[in-house]
């Protein structure tokens, strides 16, 4: 019971605590990249509507510019993909699917695994409509990515610079065309993020943290197996918190970044 009184309070107190609190002049940064991305997809489908997935994806970054003084040139291991996921399609046109990927990150410090290491759940709604050679998707997907390095404290509020778990959902609609007597399917979607869980001290309302476009062609080889070219473009936006604890203030640094992808995938399905 006491401890429930204590959350209570602190939850009272915290919104008057953060008001004592300055925040400095925001900050900005924007970055332009540009990246290489190859990957295996593996799907088993069984006649009850049944879905099993294995994937692998790997990226490495090619060019990236913060500013003009702060340039990088040539491939680098920035972060892998490895995803396990179940579907489920209980009727034509509407499927289910939930799954757990683990992310790997290149550019943190490889000596703890906390740093490198991140977790990822998610759980999707999938509608599909087939016209002639045609195809259309509208996908919601929940997300939640859990960190495992160190988070830091600000004591006098009693809150986290970041969280530990970040929500999303991500809204995707994509459109397909099966080339008639070909065996060449030409696609693109667009999608959507959007934070869950804004974290308080960067202002706690949500926001579209991301909008992806690609386009691509799968090409299929054999009857099980196939590969797809593509081109992505991702609009990146982040609100990065710093907390300075001896002047009692709180920068915010408005995060921009605007990424170019291609890449390759192998796909086998049975």
């Known amino acids: 019971m006491r401890r429930l009184v204590f959350c209570l309070l602190s939850l009272l107190f915290i919104p008057y605590s953060l008001y004592a609190w ?52 040539g491939p680098s291991f920035g972060r892998s993909y490895t995803t396990l996921s179940l579907g489920y399609r209980p009727i034509e046109y509407f499927k289910i699917d939930a799954g757990y990927s683990l992310k790997i990150l290149g550019n943190k410090d490889w000596t703890d695994v906390n740093e490198w290491m991140r977790h990822r759940v998610f759980f999707s709604l999938v509608g599909n409509y087939k016209y002639g050679n045609w195809s259309f998707s509208l996908r919601e997907r929940f997300l939640t990515e859990i960190r495992m ?11 986290y ?29 667009v999608e959507l993020i959007n ?8 202002g706690g309302k949500q926001y579209l943290t991301s909008v992806r476009a690609q386009v691509g062609v799968k090409w299929q080889l054999t009857a099980k197996s196939s590969l797809d070219f593509f081109y992505r473009f991702t609009y990146g936006y982040d609100k990065d918190v710093n907390v300075h604890a ?3 203030t709180i920068t915010l640094t408005e995060e921009t970044d605007f990424q170019h992808a291609i890449g390759i995938t192998y796909c086998f399905d049975w």
């Open 22 to 73: 300055e925040y400095e002049s925001q900050d900005a940064t924007t970055t332009l990249s540009a990246q290489i991305r190859v990957g295996a997809d593996f799907n088993k489908k069984w006649h009850n509507g049944l879905r099993l997935g294995i994937s692998e994806e790997l990226r490495f970054p090619m060019y990236g510019v913060i500013s003009p003084a702060n340039t990088n040139f």
């Open 149 to 159: 390095d160190e988070i830091d404290l600000h004591t006098a509020t009693g809150l």
């Open 161 to 189: 610079e970041k969280n530990r778990a970040d929500w999303q959902l991500r809204s995707k609609v994509g459109v397909s065309y099966h080339v008639f007597g070909k065996p060449v399917k030409l696609y693109a979607w």
């Open 195 to 202: 934070t869950l869980n804004a974290n308080v001290l960067s």
């Open 246 to 248: 001896k002047k009692q």
